[in-house]
């Protein structure tokens, strides 16, 4: 492509700027701007860096403005539930990272499996000039319960829940605009952990002596540690495929309860007790429930071999103990 069709201008490289937009910039947001500005600055004069990074947020609340500003992220005031907010975003930004999650369980009626936000944000993109590439952060409940089999993404969504068909119906959404020119990369994540993130631990749950399923009426989960998916996140945008869809996990293999019994033993907290399904049912919300009635197990192929991540934390062992094998590594 001639330079002066280029997105970026027909400038040289190095005076080019790169507008990259997050939409849900929540704990997993801020991880990867840090990580963006990170890697900016140790580029800086490599004739191989990525262009300058000019990096904005969406946001619908003032509050937010001085944090933002404060990690060197550009504020814009929008509401994802209000369309006519999203108008700005058309023709602006060359890639856009969108975190932000479908509306709650109380969405009900005859759109109750419509994730209205991200068909806003869609519209909105299409006003004007596209951008490049786009990163849908979506969720691995869209496979449903898989029976503990390993799943690749090429599986068939069987959503069970309404958050799922909402996840479903948001990543046909931003399929849709990679048909018209946007390089679209799905990131389908499961049970996001950290020592740092606010309710990243298991910690609350352990002390309040939540129950998990017996043995033989367990499930198979995955995680990712909050930083590795960012990490991934950051890969996708500039490496993933057009409409490629990436699962992302690490490289755990436990059930439920076995996450559990770890997390207690590192933390030095009593192991929790375990029931039989049927007594569960009748002690557990059934928000968690739902989570207890799906076993499966990740295949993270593609997002190795393709975005070429190497995890911090390959498993939730070494997360949960703070031990990075990056650190490790670097001091053998």
Request: hydrophobic share 40%; charged share 25%.
């Amino acid at each position: 492509m001639p330079s002066n069709q280029s997105p970026l201008g027909a400038l040289p490289a190095r005076f080019r700027r790169m507008r990259v937009l997050i939409i849900g910039c929540g704990d997993v947001g801020m991880r990867a701007a840090r990580q963006l500005g990170a890697a900016g600055a140790a580029a800086a004069g490599s004739p191989a860096a990525r262009p300058r990074v000019s990096l904005s947020a969406l946001t619908s609340s003032m509050d937010r403005r001085a944090p933002l500003r404060g990690q060197g992220i550009q504020p814009l005031l929008g509401n994802l539930d209000d369309e006519a907010t999203l108008r700005r975003l058309a023709g602006v930004f060359h890639r856009v990272l969108y975190l932000a999650p479908p509306p709650g369980e109380g969405e009900t009626g005859a759109r109750w499996w419509r994730d209205r936000r991200s068909e806003s944000v869609v519209r909105a993109l299409r006003l004007r000039a596209l951008p490049d590439a786009l990163v849908y952060v979506s969720t691995t409940g869209v496979y449903g319960d898989c029976e503990g089999a390993t799943v690749s993404e090429s599986r068939p969504v069987a959503p069970a829940t309404p958050r799922a068909h909402r996840r479903v119906n948001a990543e046909r959404a931003m399929r849709h605009l990679g048909r018209v020119g946007t390089r679209v990369s799905v990131l389908r994540v499961p049970g996001i952990y950290g020592l740092d993130r606010e309710g990243g631990t298991p910690v609350a749950r352990l002390q309040r002596g939540t129950p998990v399923l017996a043995a033989q009426d367990d499930v198979y989960t995955n995680h990712i540690q909050a930083d590795d998916l960012a990490a991934a996140c950051l890969a996708a945008l500039w490496r993933g495929r057009p409409q490629r869809v990436y699962n992302v996990g690490d490289r755990s293999d436990l059930k439920m309860g076995d996450y559990f019994d770890l997390a207690a033993d590192l933390f030095g907290m009593p192991r929790p007790p375990r029931v039989a399904r049927d007594a569960a049912t009748q002690q557990l919300p059934v928000s968690l429930l739902s989570f207890m009635s799906e076993s499966r197990r990740l295949d993270t192929t593609r997002m190795h071999d393709e975005l070429r991540v190497v995890l911090r934390y390959p498993t939730v062992r070494e997360g949960l103990s703070g031990l990075s094998m990056r650190d490790e590594n670097h001091s053998a």
